[in-house]
């Protein structure tokens, strides 16, 4: 009697592990790279909230690693990484991928088009930018799966002197990625400066540089910035970085119907929450900010920002006439803004 009841206890036992096996070999996570730092706010905030709703919403099947920049390939190097398997997949921006193709650049970051990050997601998710992104991957990178794009924040501008107008640009220095951003703001009469995002702090309070074109405004504040440049710009008129989330074909044909969908569903929800936290953020900031009176914080009339963006349009064209794909990115871009009545 005792032998019969291990024997079954044993074979329940067995049973109950072999399930267990079953089931964590049927669970998934995909390591995924990102562009943002270890201590940036929307790293945290997407681990912190959103990585368990994942799991949440694939029953446990389906987990993402979210990894910071540089963590396993250069930032630039992500799609040939996604396309190999050595990644999952990437959360970046498609402006590091300009080198590929121009296009990349009017899809990373269309500077001074969009008034607000949401109508990128509109664009992206329903104006063809996801189609299109698909496209140059498609040319220059098979392998690579555009599950979405999106944009989380419309970044602040710092700067040490007031900066109230398209005319008040003339002459300053103002450090800018090189690229689409450095032509619109030479057109506009600047002189852009490259530097790497570690030197703008110390090129601001050396003189080098009178602006920047830098972050959002609450990753501004923290990281020191308008102790040495009190005229910021808020809301900002230039740039709105895209950004992408893809796979690789290899993982994304791994997963059920139902992950898929989960996945897209999963970047749409987290992307929509995080827009409203980042500018709840900026705002509170910015209302201290203002009751303090240490900082002028400037925000352009609408017809300012209007003449900015007939100006960064010229560049827009420049960038379009480089490939085919760049004219067409740039037909998809303006073809949506006429729908929504921003041009």
């Not at 799991?55 to 993402?64: A, D, R, V, W």
């Not at 003339?170 to 600047?190: C, H, N, S, Y």
Request: proline share 5%; charged share 20%.
């Amino acid at each position: 009697m005792y032998f019969k009841k291990l024997l079954t206890t044993g074979i329940v036992m067995a049973a109950t592990a072999s399930l267990a096996f079953s089931v964590t070999a049927q669970a998934r996570t995909l390591k995924i790279q990102t562009s943002f730092s270890a201590s940036h706010i929307s790293l945290a905030h997407l681990n912190e909230n959103w990585i368990p709703k994942l799991k949440e919403m694939t029953n446990g099947s389906l987990e993402i690693e979210l990894l910071p920049v540089g963590a396993v390939v250069p930032h630039k190097e992500t799609p040939e990484a996604v396309a190999m398997g050595i990644l999952d997949g990437d959360l970046t921006t498609p402006s590091y991928f300009s080198g590929k193709d121009p296009a990349f650049a009017l899809m990373g970051d269309l500077i001074a088009g969009y008034d607000r990050p949401e109508q990128i997601q509109d664009f992206c998710m329903h104006g063809g930018g996801k189609e299109l992104l698909q496209k140059l991957f498609n040319e220059h990178q098979p392998g690579v799966h555009v599950i979405g794009c999106s944009s989380e924040k419309r970044e602040a501008f710092v700067s040490k002197v007031a900066i109230n107008s398209v005319d008040d640009l003339k002459g300053l220095k103002i450090r800018t990625p090189e690229g689409l951003a450095a032509d619109v703001f030479r057109r506009a009469g600047a002189a852009p400066v490259s530097l790497p995002g570690s030197e703008v702090y110390s090129a601001l309070e050396q003189s080098v540089i009178d602006a920047a074109d830098s972050s959002a405004y609450a990753n501004n504040d923290a990281s020191g910035m308008h102790k040495v440049a009190k005229f910021p710009i808020y809301p900002g008129i230039h740039s709105m970085p895209f950004m992408q989330f893809t796979v690789s074909d290899l993982a994304w044909n791994k997963l059920t119907n139902t992950e898929q969908q989960a996945l897209s569903e999963w970047f749409i929800a987290a992307y929509d929450d995080i827009r409203v936290v980042l500018d709840a953020k900026d705002k509170e900031l910015v209302a201290r900010d203002k009751a303090a009176g240490k900082l002028t914080i400037i925000d352009w009339p609408q017809g300012e920002r209007d003449k900015f963006r007939k100006i960064a349009q010229q560049s827009w064209e420049a960038f379009a006439a480089a490939s085919p794909l760049a004219k067409e990115a740039y037909e998809t871009h303006v073809k949506f803004m006429k729908s929504k009545g921003l041009l």
